[in-house]
């Protein structure tokens, strides 16, 4: 029985019919192995992209979440500026324009600046008279205390101006060091065949993680050449918000290219270039005045310790000599 059993294994017929039956599996498994598996660069890449689109949404949720005065004014303080007419005797030319570059806009904004500075010079000087009448913390003659007085108050009115300032000055600082990358985004967006309200809106979500303010204003910008009716007025608004000479350099140049015909890309790089040039030159000039702000620290501080350490051996030298 054995030898039946071997010989019908070894038989040439039931060699062909394993060989076969290989084969069979072997082609139907190549053809199935890619199915199975799936494109791993396909998957990479998927992942990748909904990486990205994560990161967007953050840096969107994170450009709403900002606290500004845009919102609607509170009820009390709309009425206490229509009730005294704040407008006409607290408001100033140029306090639009201010609000609009610090990232305050609407009538909520502005209700609420002419608001503080009612109140604000009303509060130090009610706190000044405390301090300096009621409480006397300074042994003044009465001239120099009611000085001090009408000086807090005039600070209080003052307030949201400086306020307004120094905002306006972090704004335009971070968008200053942004810019260079921001037109070297938009010029590569230009010349791969986009037009110019795709690139802002394509620079806008990209620089959003450098710069959440710079990625608003370009947002902004591209709305309103969605539905202006005029390009040139977004282009002038942009350059309004913002009150730099480099974005204005940038609305000159889109404007005359609009009007006249001439390239984009080209303008588009050699502002890259100038910005670029203009933010080493900021660092250099900062650099350059380091040396100068440290000298006065240096002889109040340094000097003294130096000359303590170099002189107090020498003193406990002739001292032990004297005795």
Same mark, same amino acid.
């Given at each position: ?11 040439? *017929? ?11 599996? &072997?082609? &139907? ?8 598996? /799936? ?16 990161? *967007?949404?953050?840096?969107?949720? *994170? ?15 709309? *009425? ?13 030319? +140029? ?13 909520? &904004? ?25 409480? #006397? ?13 009408? &000086? ?29 990358? %921001? ?13 110019? #309200? ?13 710069? %959440?303010?710079?990625?608003? #204003? ?43 015909? +001439?390239?984009? /890309? ?7 270039? #100038? ?49």
């Amino acid at each position: 029985m054995l030898d039946d059993f071997v010989n019908t294994a070894f038989a040439p *017929r039931t060699i062909a019919a394993v060989l076969a039956g290989v084969a069979a599996a &072997a082609t &139907a498994f190549t053809l199935v192995q890619p199915l199975i598996e /799936g494109d791993p660069l396909a998957k990479r890449m998927k992942l990748v992209s909904d990486e990205r689109e994560q990161i *967007r949404q953050r840096e969107r949720e *994170r450009l709403n979440s900002r606290t500004t005065l845009r919102a609607e004014p509170k009820a009390y303080m709309k *009425r206490v500026v229509e009730q005294f007419n704040l407008g006409r005797w607290l408001g100033t030319e +140029t306090a639009k324009a201010k609000l609009i570059r610090a990232g305050y806009r609407g009538a909520g &904004a502005e209700t609420a600046f002419l608001f503080f500075r009612l109140v604000m010079p009303i509060t130090l000087t009610a706190v000044a008279l405390f301090y300096l009448f009621v409480l #006397e913390v300074l042994d003044q003659p009465f001239v120099i205390r009611l000085g001090l007085v009408f &000086a807090a108050g005039f600070f209080g009115l003052k307030l949201p101006e400086v306020y307004l300032s120094n905002i306006t000055s972090k704004r335009q600082a971070e968008i200053r060091r942004a810019w260079p990358d %921001a037109l070297d985004l938009c010029l590569i967006c230009v010349e791969s065949g986009m037009s110019v #309200e795709n690139a802002f809106r394509r620079v806008s979500l990209e620089v959003a993680s450098q710069s %959440a303010v710079l990625a608003e #204003e370009l947002a902004l910008l591209t709305a309103e050449l969605s539905f202006l009716p005029e390009r040139r007025v977004a282009y002038e608004n942009l350059a309004l918000r913002t009150g730099l000479e480099i974005v204005k350099s940038l609305t000159t140049a889109l404007m005359q290219a609009e009007r006249y015909g +001439t390239p984009v /890309g080209q303008a588009l790089r050699v502002l890259a270039q #100038e910005s670029r040039d203009y933010r080493m030159t900021e660092a250099e000039k900062k650099a350059a005045s380091l040396p100068p702000k440290l000298t006065v620290p240096m002889i109040l501080f340094f000097l003294p310790v130096l000359f303590v350490v170099l002189l107090t051996p020498a003193g406990i030298q002739v001292y032990e000599a004297m005795k």
